[in-house]
């Protein structure tokens, strides 16, 4: 069940990274310098890890 409310929260982060990187290409700023950029990628990361432990959890419980 965690892992469907993980699943969706990254769903949503992945999207506002994608926004905020398009905003940045469009303005012409490098990404590498965005902190708002850099802030949501940690973000988009920290679900990712924790979807992967999660599905690592399940498969020893089986």
Do not use: S
Not at 25 to 54: H, Y
């Amino acid at each position: 069940m965690k892992r469907v409310k993980y699943q969706e929260e990254l769903e949503k982060e992945k999207e506002k990274l994608e926004r905020l990187v398009g905003e940045a290409l469009k303005n012409g700023t490098p990404i590498i310098q965005d902190e708002a950029i850099m802030t949501q990628n940690r973000k988009v990361d920290v679900l990712v890890v924790k979807i992967q432990r999660e599905k690592e959890r399940q498969k020893e419980e089986r």
